[in-house]
T-cell receptor
Framework: AQSVTQLGSHVSVSEGALVLLRCNYS??????LFWYVQYPNQGLQLLLK??????LVKGINGFEAEFKKSETSFHLTKPSAHMSDAAEYFC???????????FGKGNQVVVIP | DAGVTQSPTHLIKTRGQQVTLRCSPK?????VSWYQQALGQGPQFIFQ???????QRGNFPDRFSGHQFPNYSSELNVNALLLGDSALYLC??????????????FGPGTRLTVT
């Protein structure tokens, strides 16, 4: 079974500071990895994805993530936080031919002015 | 191009009742997945429909059932509702062919409250 672990349910970051959200995965087959964002009372929006191409992936809203197989990690970063980044962020994993996402518990990001 | 749509937006039911939630996939998508998101948790996979059949199922009891129609839209049915069924139910669609069959697009969800 595939799974992801996201530590630290709540993350506070100052406006303009680095955003770093950690995701570690477990998978017996090559993984496909995703980061989704969820704003209050809304569904999930895809931020970025890794599907075995470039290991450094750039997404929307200035976010990027790096796939590190040796560390089984796919951490999400943004150099400078904006107030609009306040939301919940989920890491998810699947694999080729699976098409079923396994999500982490999420990180609630609070941006402090 | 309309994305994934779900109805209703909110629903309040009583324990023991039955509920039906509806989903229309994104144009061009033929695969529909359902997820349950309890408060403060990540979404949990319920099941997936393709060609009007259940293709995969997560760890949910038989009280949860579904259907897919020829136009690819889908329904999620939950019988004998429990308080623990209160959650946001998310529908996601994806294409079975092409470059990104694994990329799922989510709807806004249906908030179900069981009292």
């Amino acid at each position: 079974a595939q799974s992801v672990t996201q530590l630290g349910s709540h993350v506070s970051v100052s406006e303009g500071a680095l955003v770093l959200l950690r995701c570690n995965y477990s998978s017996s087959v090559p993984p496909y990895l995703f980061w989704y964002v969820q704003y209050p009372n809304q569904g999930l929006q895809l931020l970025l994805k890794y599907t075995s191409a470039a290991t450094l992936v750039k997404g929307i809203n200035g976010f990027e993530a790096e796939f590190k197989k040796s560390e089984t990690s796919f951490h999400l970063t943004k150099p400078s936080a904006h107030m609009s980044d306040a939301a919940e962020y989920f890491c998810a994993v699947t694999s080729y031919g699976n098409n079923r996402l396994a999500f982490g518990k999420g990180n609630q990001v609070v941006v402090i002015p | 191009d309309a994305g994934v749509t779900q109805s209703p937006t909110h629903l309040i039911k009583t324990r023991g009742q039955q509920v039906t939630l509806r989903c229309s996939p994104k144009s061009g998508h033929d695969t529909v997945s359902w997820y349950q998101q309890a408060l403060g948790q990540g979404p949990q996979f319920i099941f997936q429909y393709y060609e009007e059949e259940e293709r995969q199922r997560g760890n949910f009891p038989d009280r949860f059932s579904g259907h897919q129609f020829p136009n690819y839209s889908s329904e999620l049915n939950v019988n004998a509702l429990l308080l623990g069924d209160s959650a946001l139910y998310l529908c996601a669609s994806s294409p079975s062919t092409g470059l990104t069959p694994y990329e799922q697009y989510f709807g806004p969800g249906t908030r179900l409250t069981v009292t």
